[in-house]
């Protein structure tokens, strides 16, 4: 959730991050109002109940009939208080409920618009001039015997597969390679439920506008995570934490993909289920864009290591998730569709997540004050899609990255 503290002292941001967003600004002055209702509920149930303390011990002195009328007014007063505490109850309600419907404040500096309204910030590598027809992963994937999605779609449906022989090894030497690099810079490597309950999904942001992405277990009322970032939220939910603290995530991730139909259906660029490596760092809020910057600077390290050619985008306003207040996206060369798709993505979500799940860390009076936590992707399933298309040869056969043999074994996947 936004600072409320934030909002009263200067709303007009708050407005301009909806705008940014796409997003009715009406809802900044009705939290405004249900912040002004709830805080005056709770003054009038303090006073009443003060009264009441201060009436009992007068009741307490009283004799005779003068204590039988004080009885009578003191259960008027305790209805009085009873009332009040409704009122109080209703009003944190309300205000939770629209505190809740309030995405993350935009950064100033993040691009406004749609989901074609980013920022390219610059460009690695120059794309690969083939001196013959390229073929596209899921031919590549077939061939090298890497990826079954005929028998993914039989045994699960459309947007599962297989990963056979080679193309499960390379994954595997993927998400080793980058556990290496997070281990190497200090990352606590984490194997994370892929269940968790709704509180911890709604905890961190994954239940407002996305939440036709999410798979819910209704029988045990639990959800599928779309990425280790959300049990990484929820680890130190309800505690103080010595900021900063760094995870490095392992686990499968499930999609949905509700809306996205007719949108990249061949192949396993968009798919129901995958794995990744993902970063999560708890901060202080004063070094969030700080750290942005190094998780960044984290993913094009690894993505240097599959000498694929990628650029980097500053993702518009109206294309950000909930929690988000900033989010960089690195996009890898994808020669058959020639064009850039998405291998990663990092975002600074402020205290936004960590508000709602209630982690902090102590400052330099040991008060305790609300964390800043950040994600960003080190390597998914979708990262053989750029290896296989940017490396592959004429014969159909795929030179393996340099920095990745060690972790595969193998210098050349060649045509089963």
């Not at 994937?141 to 990963?163: N, Q």
């Not at 990249?264 to 999560?280: A, L, P, S």
Request: glycine share 8%.
């Amino acid at each position: 959730m936004i600072d409320l503290k934030a909002l009263r002292e200067n709303p007009e941001a708050v407005r301009a991050s909806q705008r940014a967003r796409g997003e009715d600004e009406t809802v900044v002055d009705a939290l405004l109002s249900a912040d002004e209702r709830r805080r005056a509920a709770i003054a009038r149930a303090d006073a009443l109940r003060g009264e009441q303390k201060a009436f009992g011990k007068q009741v307490g002195r009283a004799r005779g009939e003068e204590r039988d009328a004080l009885l009578a007014k003191g259960k008027e007063l305790a209805a009085e208080v009873k009332a009040a505490e409704a009122e109080q109850s209703a009003a944190e309600a309300e205000l939770t409920e629209l505190h809740r419907a309030v995405p993350n404040v935009v950064h100033p500096d993040a691009p406004e618009g749609g989901e074609d309204d980013y920022v390219v910030l610059k460009h690695v590598g120059e794309p690969r001039e083939f001196d013959f027809e390229p073929l596209d992963h899921l031919d590549l994937g077939t061939r090298l015997g890497a990826i079954d999605m005929e028998r993914g779609a039989k045994t699960s449906g459309s947007r599962f597969y297989f990963l056979t022989g080679v193309g499960a090894q390379l994954e595997l030497a993927l998400l080793n390679m980058a556990v290496a690099q997070a281990t190497a810079a200090g990352f606590t490597l984490m194997i994370t439920p892929t269940l968790v309950r709704p509180e911890i999904m709604a905890g961190t942001g994954f239940l407002g506008a996305h939440a036709s992405e999410v798979y819910r277990l209704e029988a045990d009322d639990l959800y599928l995570v779309g990425t280790s970032e959300v049990p990484l939220a929820g680890y130190h939910a309800d505690e103080i934490v010595d900021a900063p603290k760094r995870y490095a995530g392992w686990s499968s991730c499930y999609r949905r993909e509700a809306g996205s139909y007719g949108k990249d259906t061949r192949g396993i660029i968009r798919v129901h289920q995958f794995n990744k490596v993902e970063m999560f760092s708890y901060v202080r809020p004063e070094d969030a864009e700080a750290e942005h910057a190094k998780l960044l600077a984290w993913e094009e390290e690894m993505l240097a290591k599959i000498e694929v050619p990628y650029r980097v985008i500053d993702t518009a306003a109206g294309d950000l998730g909930t929690s988000a207040a900033r989010k960089f996206d690195c996009e890898a060369w994808i020669p058959t569709q020639q064009a850039y798709r998405e291998l990663t993505s990092t975002s600074n979500c402020t205290t936004f997540q960590a508000r709602r799940l209630n982690v902090r860390y102590r400052d330099e009076n040991g008060k305790p004050q609300i964390a800043a936590t950040l994600n960003g992707t080190l390597a998914t399933t979708r990262w053989i899609v750029a290896i296989l298309e940017n490396h592959q040869q004429a014969d159909g056969s795929v030179v393996v990255p340099r920095a990745l043999r060690p972790f595969l074994g193998l210098d050349v996947l060649k045509p089963s």
